[in-house]
């Protein structure tokens, strides 16, 4: 089950690329991505206002943690993201939010301490990024001081991601997936809709194409709703390196996506750094099969 579920997140955020993509064609960035944690908040609020017991934050600390973590994960991973995008390219992007996982390994060992560091996850991680690298590799250039910036503040979001995961996983053991992504919903995205009504103006002015609408309801309903909670069920139950791995096989799948379904052109490096990546992904999961097997020898 815990494959199964690793192996559908990576496939619906390889796929949310091509609908922002999209989306992005007929929306501002930053009311784009309002309207998208807005609808996914409207879809979730029935689960979890309407939940005896179970759906309200119980004290000071849940709350504290549900609203540190969603600013962290959604007001500056996302805002960061969708600014830096406009001053850089995504296959650069791709790759400096590969750094999740690298931050993930480094906090895993500050806050978990059941999660060791080891050479192989080390190395492991490090051949994944390498991966995405080699791929995108036709788009690393930063050529100018806004780009450069870009790339620092998408470094930050990266960071910002890595650091609520680990915090959700040492800490909130006792929510459930869709408690704690409507919680950190309502909690980091004020500031997005602000911003986005001050410097964007109303959405009614927005274009509202068909493409537009069918952007907004994937992406806040798979890739927002069924994405995040499945993640954080699946954040629960395995290491958390493991579960940010996901962030590298992202960029690969979105590629293969676009290529299929929109035609773009393939990288023709793409199947050395996708062998690269699927090495990295193999080194974790050939460490488990054989721990298991040693266990039960």
């Not at 690298?133 to 250039?141: C, K, N, S, T, Y």
């Not at 274009?207 to 069924?226: D, E, H, K, M, N």
């Not at 090495?279 to 040693?294: E, G, M, T």
Request: hydrophobic residues 60%; proline residues 3%; aromatic residues 12%.
């Amino acid at each position: 089950m815990k494959i199964i579920v690793w192996l559908l997140l990576a496939l619906i955020w390889s796929s949310t690329w091509i609908f922002i993509k999209v989306g992005l064609k007929d929306l501002p960035a930053f009311g784009f991505v309002s309207l998208r944690f807005l609808l996914a908040a409207a879809v979730l609020a029935p689960f979890v206002l309407f939940r005896k017991g179970e759906g309200i934050p119980k004290n000071r600390k849940q709350w504290q943690l549900l609203g540190l973590t969603g600013v962290l994960q959604f007001t500056i991973n996302y805002s960061s993201v969708f600014w830096a995008e406009q001053y850089i390219t995504s296959g650069l992007a791709a790759v400096l939010q590969a750094m999740i996982v690298v931050f993930g390994l480094i906090l895993a060992w500050i806050f978990l301490p059941a999660e060791r560091i080891t050479t192989r996850k080390i190395f492991a991680v490090g051949l994944g990024v390498v991966g995405v690298a080699v791929i995108f590799i036709d788009q690393l250039g930063v050529h100018n001081q806004l780009a450069f910036a870009a790339c620092v503040l998408i470094v930050v979001g990266a960071y910002a991601a890595a650091q609520s995961s680990i915090l959700i996983k040492a800490k909130a053991t006792e929510l459930r997936p869709e408690v704690i992504v409507f919680w950190q919903m309502v909690c980091g995205l004020p500031a997005i809709i602000v911003y986005s009504l001050l410097t964007e103006g109303s959405p009614l002015e927005y274009r509202w194409s068909f493409v537009a609408v069918g952007s907004i309801f994937y992406l806040g309903i798979v890739g927002t709703v069924v994405a995040f909670c499945c993640y954080y069920w699946l954040l629960n139950r395995i290491e958390s390196t493991n579960a940010m791995m996901i962030s590298l096989v992202t960029p690969l799948l979105a590629v293969l996506i676009g290529w299929l379904a929109l035609g773009e052109t393939l990288p023709p490096q793409t199947g050395v750094g996708g062998l690269l990546i699927i090495a990295s992904v193999a080194l974790l999961v050939f460490k488990k099969k054989r721990n298991a097997a040693q266990a039960t020898a």
